[in-house]
């Protein structure tokens, strides 16, 4: 079976599709779980020359508006740009230092929930009195202690969740993300986005109009009790209905791609190819809505909930830096594990780049045993991982890097 959608004409598409028609984004994740600690927004802004050295397009921001947890997941006054990243003012230098150097700003939307500043409705802090986006309890689902409509999604435990089915909530919601916009944001990631339905995510795209949206629709991957399923095409079918549901706005995260990948590079690389003979996650069936990745805040970092082996990296980054999709680095990978894996990762973006290969990049899977997979992109790059002895037959082939248990050529 191929993936289901409801046939969308890209040509369609406004100008703030063009870097999803263009499909030549990659992205680097600028933070880890503990960046607030270390003066954040100066850390990065120094850092901007080389993340636009190393082709980067876009850095993935973490949430700028004061939040109740330091790690700005838990917000409270959205408007608040000093949280404990950093002042306003220093966050607006690095805006404009991005800016100058042409990547641009993603900024992280937590919009799933939101913590009350004052007791409300059966004692709950469920209203927002004193400060900006004021709402009262009718602004909080019923299911978490509102009185509001259900939620439209799953439930975020421990905090008001938004009920966006109200029509004032979405409308300053909006004006918000308009504001974002006008400070310096270009892109937005959607944090959550299993927590409300994906309707309303696309009335945001429309009303703000960022240059690129991401989402992120977590859910588990199919297990049995042998470990994971060879088959998960229900799992990518419903990060493409989520997808679909923002009306083909929005790109998501691969999870399908991550959960497969990390078990695929331990030595069941017959994994990485499907039973149409495509790679087997969201982007095997929409590549360029696929934004694919090794691992985030939330899956390595030190909350290490679904951590990609760490012995395997550099075949994980061979893997998604050649392949079709959206890639995406990782902040600790790039920056923190030692100057060799920061030059093999921008070596990797670098062919990326020269050859051309871009989000919709034809696949051709040569091998897929046991301990090795093989790959031609775009008919112009080759690809091996694991430790299986193999090269690509005929002379138009060069060797373009390698390292430990992976190898690229190109012709």
Known sequence: MGYLNNGFDESQQSDYGAVLRNGREILLQGFNWESHKHDWWRNLEKKVPDIAKSGFTAVWLPPPS????????????????????????????????????????????????????????????NRYDGIPLSWNEHAVTSCTGGLGNRSSGANFHGVPNIDHSQNFVRNDLIGWLKWLRSVGFQDFRFDFARGYSAKYVKEYIEGARPIFSVGEYWDPCNYNNNGLDYNQDSHRQRIINWIDGTGQLSAAFDFTTKGIL???????FWRLRDQQGKPPGVMGWWP??????????DTGSTQAHWPFPMNHLMEGYAYILTHSGIPTVFYDHFYDWGGSIHNEIAKLIAIRKEQDIHSRSSIKILEAQPNFYSAI??????????????????????????????AVWKK
């Open 66 to 125: 004061q939040s109740f947890s330091p790690e700005g997941y838990l917000p409270q006054n959205l408007y608040s740009l000093n949280s404990s990243y950093g002042s306003e003012h220093l966050l607006k230098n690095l805006l404009q230092k991005l800016n100058q150097h042409k990547v641009r700003a993603m900024a992280d939307i937590v919009i799933n929930h939101r913590v009350g500043t004052t007791q409300g409705h059966g004692g709950m802090y």
């Open 262 to 268: 990390q078990e695929a590079i331990k030595g069941q």
């Open 377 to 406: 992109i775009g008919d112009k790059v080759c690809m091996k991982i694991g430790d299986g002895s193999w090269c690509p037959g005929g002379r138009e082939w060069t060797l373009a890097t390698s390292g430990h248990r992976y």
């Open 288 to 297: 360029s809505r696929a934004v694919t990745f090794i691992d985030n805040h």
